[in-house]
């Protein structure tokens, strides 16, 4: 791809990369619509549920570094394999759990081997991707990602429905089975193979591998350390919004609808208020554009639009969903339709369905950019550990931002009853927004000199090459 030419099974490589990130966000989204069926089936209060969630982010966080260093490495075709081998079983594990313990266990297991996927899609796709398609090719990765949340949260409650809280699982364990012979036709990229510095000599002769020194060069960069710092803020309010669905649940409950039917509009709710995410192609290609105009681009046009994120949700989370009319008992099918209509018909459900858009738009210029910058601000052999250490932050800061959340909601509904009790906690979460746009801010000011000198010890390495 470097060369401007993609065969098949570069194509083909690229395309599982991309797909395979919405397995690992499936895996995420498939809790929060079964939060209150998982807590009656294993008889835990509900509020235990955002643990469970959190453990799964934390130690597929955690074991990213792991799976990062071991690709920055080794032959990351062989590591994926592995990996998905992992979590494919213990998401398996998942949906025979009986009790509580059973259902951490298990999920501890399927995080440390949910942690190859990032890591080492990322790893993959930098060394494929011209560095002027990096930012619109790593919005279809993290587009992926959001749809794979969304049709986790889809296929929940609708599957569940009908086959019990463990057959989602289930489906979702058996398409990792699927990607493991999958695998086995990927092509393995060259490390550095994307980078114009190196002139295609990479192909040939680019040996350099990181080293347990390297990693205190890759924390001690500041734009590492920035971008470090932006993603823990805005992932402490990313995490809180995995309670979306259980707060349209509430308010459609609230209502006098059954718990199913609540569950099923919910979820719906969730996927459409979120297309506001496909706008992240459009966002990703921008920053390319105005990054060769000037190198603080990407971090200045991003934490500009992150900003509006906060009124936008605050105002999401306060709109009633006054007037909704459902087919209780009725199909998904039905349920659907309804709630279609009642985007066009019902102005309570339009404002908060375009607030959700916007809301949702402006997050999605997030993930592409800060990917790109991770990439354009380090070396080949240090970009998979670099985003490793930097997603597994990421991971701490959404676990928390998902455990805190079930502990506010404890406290807050002393107070207040459903759903305003959900509306309070989240739209106060909304607050981490403000310090993560600050960083983006000293993302910026620091961006340009370390891109500089990552190109300027390239061509060095290009001369040095026989």
């Not at 699927?178 to 040939?204: D, R, S």
């Not at 920053?287 to 000037?294: A, P, V």
């Amino acid at each position: 791809m470097a060369k401007g030419k993609m065969d098949f099974r570069t194509v083909y490589t690229v395309f599982i990369f991309i797909f395979l990130a919405s397995l690992d966000y499936a895996v995420v989204g498939l809790f929060p619509p079964l939060f209150s069926s998982i807590a009656k089936s294993l008889n835990v209060h509900i509020s235990a549920m955002g643990s469970v969630s959190a453990v799964t982010i934390l130690f597929t966080a955690l074991s990213s570094i792991v799976w990062g260093y071991l690709a920055d490495k080794g032959n990351r075709k062989r590591l994926i394999i592995m990996g998905t081998l992992i979590w494919s079983l213990f998401l398996f594990l998942t949906s025979l759990s009986q009790s509580y313990l059973h259902l951490i266990i298990f999920q501890i297991f399927t995080g440390l081997g949910l942690g190859c996927n990032s890591s080492i899609g990322f790893s993959v796709l930098t060394d494929y991707v011209p560095k002027k398609y990096l930012g619109t090719v790593m919005s279809l990765w993290g587009l992926s990602q959001g749809f794979g949340c969304i049709a986790g949260s889809i296929m929940a409650p609708i599957v569940s429905s009908r086959l019990g809280w463990r057959m989602p699982f289930i489906i979702i364990s058996s398409l990792g089975a699927v990607f493991i012979f999958m695998y086995f036709f990927i092509k393995e990229p060259v490390k550095g193979a994307a980078e114009p510095e190196l002139g295609g000599i990479a192909l040939k002769s680019y040996n350099y591998n990181i080293s347990l020194s390297s990693v205190k060069s890759i924390l001690t960069k500041k734009s590492n350390f920035w971008l470090m710092i932006q993603g823990f803020f805005l992932n402490i309010t990313l995490g809180t919004l995995l309670w979306l669905p259980t707060l349209y649940a509430a308010k459609i409950e609230a209502q006098g609808y059954s718990e199913e039917t609540s569950l099923i509009a919910a979820s719906y709710f969730y996927a459409l208020f979120q297309l506001g995410g496909l706008s992240s192609t459009y966002f990703g290609y921008l920053g390319d554009r105005l990054q060769k105009k000037t190198l603080r681009a990407r971090a200045l046009l991003t934490g500009s639009l992150i900003f509006f994120m906060m009124p936008f949700y605050i105002l999401v989370f306060i709109i009633p969903l006054n007037n909704l009319t459902l087919p209780d008992g009725g199909s998904a099918f039905s349920i659907l339709l309804s709630l279609l209509g009642q985007i066009c018909l019902n102005p309570w459900i339009l404002s908060v369905f375009l607030l959700s858009i916007f809301a949702s738009a402006v997050q999605s210029a997030n993930i592409p950019n800060w990917l790109a910058l991770i990439t354009d601000v380090n070396l080949p052999e240090h970009r998979a550990t670099s985003f490793s250490i930097s997603n597994f932050i990421n991971g701490i800061a959404r676990s928390c931002g998902n455990a805190f959340m079930g502990i506010a909601l404890g406290i807050v509904s002393s107070f207040f009853g459903e759903p305003d009790n959900y509306i309070v906690a989240m739209a106060t979460f909304q607050l981490f927004v403000i310090p993560s746009v600050f960083a983006y801010y000293k993302v910026s000011e620091n961006s340009k000199r370390d891109i500089t000198k990552m190109k300027s010890i390239l061509r060095k390495r290009a001369k040095n090459m026989p």
